[in-house]
T-cell receptor, first 109, second 114 residues
Framework: GQNIDQPTEMTATEGAIVQINCTYQ??????LFWYQQHAGEAPTFLSY??LDGLEEKGRFSSFLSRSKGYSYLLLKELQMKDSASYLC??????????WGAGTKLIIKP | DADVTQTPRNRITKTGKRIMLECSQT?????MYWYRQDPGLGLRLIYY???????NKGEISDGYSVSRQAQAKFSLSLESAIPNQTALYFC?????????????FGEGSRLTVL
């Protein structure tokens, strides 16, 4: 079966750095997405990786290793507004998105 | 105004009732999707449509039906609602031309079935 694993919850301190991991086992691979979802709101796109390596976008970076079935989202200089759930999703061989359950990130002052 | 609009935003209904959730978009995208989100689970695809004449079942289509009335409108129906259909429902769109796969979500419709 297809599976996306990510931690259920993480806690970090304002101003610090946090890394949210995602491992996947899917039928084929056509890209990996990270979305941010604030409580009660819609998910919004953060990043897309299809090749191995690091993609940097401001305070957020996303890394992919296809051979290991692994990705991480790195958030730097954490702000209180970064408190949200972070969803990992993989596009399989049919270009269907398989979603992880999300990681709830709690930022403390 | 939101690019992807869902109505109603909240609905409480009773078992056995028919419910329709509506979605309209101003992004001009061809592809539209309906997902449900439950606590502790990932988003699950109910139905998707790549154009007005194309409707496809997702992984959890049983108990649901859809209608693509126009490029901009995609509605989801629960023919006879049951309590385990209580969930947060999202409509989403994506761009066929650019085909990045990025989804644009509506604000969600919270449905409670008693």
């Amino acid at each position: 079966g297809q599976n996306i694993d990510q931690p259920t919850e993480m806690t970090a301190t304002e101003g610090a750095i946090v890394q949210i991991n995602c491992t996947y086992q899917t039928s084929g691979f056509n890209g990996l997405f990270w979305y941010q979802q604030h409580a009660g709101e819609a998910p919004t796109f953060l990043s897309y990786n299809v090749l191995d390596g690091l993609e940097e976008k401001g305070r957020f970076s996303s890394f992919l290793s296809r051979s290991k079935g692994y990705s991480y989202l790195l958030l730097k200089e954490l702000q209180m507004k970064d408190s949200a759930s972070y969803l990992c999703a993989v596009q399989d061989s049919n270009y269907q998105l398989i979603w992880g359950a999300g990681t709830k990130l709690i930022i403390k002052p | 105004d939101a690019d992807v609009t869902q109505t109603p935003r909240n609905r409480i209904t009773k078992t056995g009732k028919r419910i329709m959730l509506e979605c309209s978009q101003t992004k001009g995208h061809d592809r539209m999707y309906w997902y449900r989100q439950d606590p502790g689970l990932g988003l699950r695809l109910i139905y998707y449509s790549f154009d007005v004449k194309d409707i496809n079942k997702g992984e959890i289509s049983d108990g649901y039906s859809v209608s693509r009335q126009a490029q901009a409108k995609f509605s989801l129906s629960l023919e006879s609602a049951i309590p385990n259909q209580t969930a947060l429902y999202f409509c989403a769109t994506s761009d066929l031309v650019r085909d990045t796969g990025e989804l644009f979500f509506g604000e969600g419709s919270r449905l409670t079935v008693l």
